[in-house]
Nanobody, 128 residues
Framework: QVQLVESGGGLVQAGDSLRVSCAASGRTLTSHTMAWFRQAPGKAREFVAAIRWSTGSTYYADSVKGRVTISTANAKNTVYLQMNNLEREDTAVYSC?????????????????????WGQGTQVTVST
């Protein structure tokens, strides 16, 4: 059974940077795609970024492109989301997810249903 545990969330000021982490355990996920989603109060879950562990290929939502970077640390079985120049609109619960993806269709990476395993999430609050 795969377990994903997020950490690193918190309260920051607009314009600050923050890195959230997702530690995976239970099995090796190097054949999986890892993703970050976020959900703000009263809003639907939103795709943020994804990375194919085996190739390092990355995918980003247009709303965060240029401000966030997704990366992995293979030795630690950990996925990171580095967020810069945070905005109030980035306030949300950030959750990581893992799944097997066998298509090159970018839209597939953005769908929550693509991912089998999910963490509990970490709260990021951006104040102005």
């Amino acid at each position: 059974q795969v377990q994903l545990v997020e950490s690193g969330g918190g309260l920051v000021q607009a314009g600050d940077s923050l890195r959230v982490s997702c530690a995976a355990s239970g099995r090796t996920l190097t054949s999986h795609t890892m993703a970050w989603f976020r959900q703000a109060p009263g809003k639907a879950r939103e795709f943020v970024a994804a990375i194919r562990w085996s190739t390092g290929s990355t995918y980003y939502a247009d709303s965060v492109k240029g401000r966030v970077t997704i990366s992995t640390a293979n030795a630690k079985n950990t996925v990171y989301l580095q967020m810069n120049n945070l905005e109030r609109e980035d306030t949300a619960v950030y959750s990581c997810a893992a799944g097997l993806v066998f298509t090159g269709d970018v839209s597939t990476y953005k769908q929550p249903g693509t991912y089998r395993y999910w963490g509990q999430g970490t709260q990021v609050t951006v104040s102005t």
